[in-house]
């Protein structure tokens, strides 16, 4: 069976960590702290950009059945999340999993329950 190779998302760390200059703050020195870490520990990473869609020919905002993952409530400890993501072939042998929007998928401007990013 062929899946991602641990390394595959290397590239993606070290170019959060290479713009740390530019992302406003905490996202810059948390990107940093982030590739840091998973290089010490030899991290092999996955990732979930994409959500579930109930009906493929609606977009996710216009879903009958809504089941994406959105921000519910925040908290001193941090956000509280419901709902799916859909997982990448790394996902069962990875350290860490990276949850962040896919780039190449809009969100409406007025969906911020949908913007967020995390490692776990």
């Known amino acids: 069976m062929f ?8 590239v993606m760390a070290s170019s959060f960590a290479s713009a740390e200059s530019v ?3 905490p996202l810059g020195a ?3 702290r982030c590739y840091e870490a998973a290089r010490e520990a030899d991290l092999a990473m996955s990732h979930t950009l994409i959500t579930p869609q109930v009906d493929r020919s609606k ?7 809504d089941i ?12 509280v999340l419901s709902g ?15 949850v962040m929007p896919a780039p190449s998928y809009p969100l409406p401007d007025t ?7 995390f490692a776990c």
Do not use: K, W, Y
């Not at 899946?3 to 290397?10: E, G, H, K, N, T």
């Not at 977009?59 to 059945?65: I, L, T, Y």
């Not at 993952?69 to 956000?79: L, N």
């Open 3 to 10: 899946v991602r190779s641990p390394d595959f998302l290397a």
């Open 23 to 25: 992302l406003t703050e």
């Open 30 to 32: 948390n990107a940093q």
């Open 59 to 65: 977009p996710v905002d216009a879903q009958d059945h």
């Open 68 to 79: 994406t993952a959105r921000i519910v409530r925040e908290t001193d400890a941090g956000i």
């Open 84 to 98: 799916a993501r859909m997982l990448a072939t790394l996902s069962p042998f990875c350290d860490e999993l990276l």
């Open 111 to 117: 969906d911020e329950g949908r913007a967020f990013a």
